[in-house]
């Protein structure tokens, strides 16, 4: 571990901790450059260092220019990467104070590797075409000024700027990047980075203050999600159980025609619309109800009335009392008055004559009901 930094964990100080983290955080990066190429402080090591306010004017001048547009490097679009905005920050310090060239100090320079490591795991499985790749491109230069100035970000899982990462990962990988991208969501996490952008200077409380911004937005739309989604189940439910009751009415309709043999009308009339009848019987009262039972019992009258040997004043006044029934059923699944008045006329009809012309009219009224 770095001297100065033990030296502040011994005193007590401040934030100590996080500095004797991030120290180990470089020596775990200096052991991964180890026999690699490459500018490790961001400058020749003989250069001076770069004055703190030199680099802050750096990033804020390439936070202000904004995020360049991705590239088309061999046929695949790429986007900036954090090595990129390093080069660009040396470009900037090479253009300031005489004109002397001046490298990052080696903590910086390792934060800013640091920062780019954690992009690359981020990025590793984003398509380069994604709505996400683009927004974390865009706030490669605000969490690099956010790690220069304070190593708990390295160190401190409740770090704003961590936390409002965070959540705009779980937040793409929840709601946007599938083909029912949300795009509301969308609009949000757009907000978002904009405002990180624009807004960030020093105080990492732009964070904090849009994390909980996005936190509530998000916590809204999975309560309408969780909302949609029960309604959803129980419509699914619905379905399900109209269908059961569907199926237990036809069964027991067949069952009781396969024993007679009424009149077409008649028939057309108890498998359509009394089956349907009976069905929300079933769905809305249960088996065992009065009124499914009495819509049950329906069925077996109706056919006994076209039953051979009983007299016509016999079945005429049975018919009179299964009248209430009949109107009750068909009105509860939505029929008109009207057209239930004709199907009962016509029906009557079969039950006085049962002739041909009958037979017509009492079937031509049934199929009205059908329809």
């Known amino acids: 571990v770095a001297a100065p930094a033990a030296a502040k964990v011994a005193a007590g100080e401040p934030g100590s901790t996080d500095l004797l983290s991030f120290d180990t955080l470089r020596e775990l990066l200096a052991g991964r450059r180890h026999g690699a190429a490459g500018d490790a402080l961001g400058g020749d090591a003989e250069q001076p260092v770069a004055a703190e306010p030199d680099v802050d004017a750096a990033l804020a001048a390439l936070q202000q220019r904004g995020t360049a547009a ?37 903590p910086d320079s390792d934060a800013i590797d640091l920062v780019g490591f954690l992009f690359d795991h981020l990025l590793a499985e984003q398509q380069p075409t994604s709505l996400t790749h683009g927004l974390l491109t865009q706030l490669q230069v605000p969490l690099i000024k956010v790690a220069l100035k304070d190593k708990g970000f390295f160190t401190q899982r409740n770090h704003p700027a961590r936390q409002l990462l965070n959540a705009l990962m779980e937040t793409s990988e929840l709601w946007v990047e ?6 509301a969501v969308v609009d ?46 129980e419509a699914a439910r619905g379905r399900e159980k109209l269908e059961l009751a569907r199926e237990a009415a036809s069964a027991n309709v067949k069952q009781r025609l396969d024993r007679a043999d009424p009149p077409t009308a008649v028939r057309t009339l108890l498998e359509s619309a009394w089956t349907d009848a009976l069905a929300l019987s079933f769905l809305r009262q249960g088996y065992e109800h009065p009124q499914t039972k009495e819509r049950l019992e329906f069925i077996d009258r109706l056919i006994e009335l076209f039953g051979h040997g009983r007299p016509l004043p016999e079945r005429r006044f049975e018919l009179q009392k299964l009248r209430p029934v009949f109107e009750e059923g068909l009105a509860a699944i939505g029929h008109h008055d009207e057209t239930v008045a004709k199907a009962w006329a016509d029906i009557a009809r079969l039950v006085e004559e049962a002739g041909d012309e009958s037979a017509h009219a009492a079937a031509t009224t049934v199929r009205k009901l059908v329809e």
Do not use: C
């Open 178 to 183: 599938d083909e029912g991208q949300d795009a």
């Open 188 to 233: 949000k996490m757009r907000w978002v980075v904009d405002r990180v952008s624009q807004d960030f200077n020093s105080d990492t409380a732009v964070f904090g203050r849009l994390f909980e911004d996005l936190s509530r937005h998000m916590g809204g739309l999975k309560k309408k999600a969780d909302v949609a989604e029960r309604h959803y189940v």
């Open 70 to 106: 991705p590239m088309q490097i061999g046929g695949r679009l790429v986007h900036r990467s954090v090595a990129d905005v390093k080069r660009e920050i040396l470009a900037q310090l090479r253009t300031r104070g005489d004109g002397a060239r001046t490298r990052l100090s080696a």
